[in-house]
């Protein structure tokens, strides 16, 4: 399965309620795993996020992403891959923890 809109809109979901805020941004853009990761504090105020506390907190996030070892040329789910979303399913504390940031 591909990183794709669905998916992040389950990551947005998990952020907490300031971030289902944007939900419909992200709906309306269709925000895949690949774009998600090439977010950054100007592309996050073009798509209408104006709370630089919440650009800075997306960038955190999506770079918490990364450093668990999703990037943008990460296409589909790799076992091997040590990401968000295989993190999430294999090990629920150290992802509640990393999660929370």
Not at 55 to 60: D, I, L, Y
Not at 68 to 93: A, C, E, M, Q
Request: charged fraction near 30%.
């Amino acid at each position: 399965a591909e990183y794709d809109h669905a998916i992040v809109m389950e990551w947005l979901e998990e952020q907490g309620d300031w971030a289902r805020a944007y939900k419909e941004i992200f709906e309306e853009q269709r925000i895949d795993g690949k774009r998600l990761v090439s977010l950054d504090q100007n592309a996050l105020e073009e798509l209408g996020i104006s709370s630089s506390i919440h650009r800075s907190f997306f960038v955190n996030q999506i770079n918490l992403l990364k450093s668990n070892g999703f990037s943008s040329s990460h296409t589909k789910k790799d076992p091997n891959v040590n990401d968000y979303w295989s993190l999430r399913s294999t090990d629920r504390i150290k992802f509640t923890v990393l999660s929370i940031g």
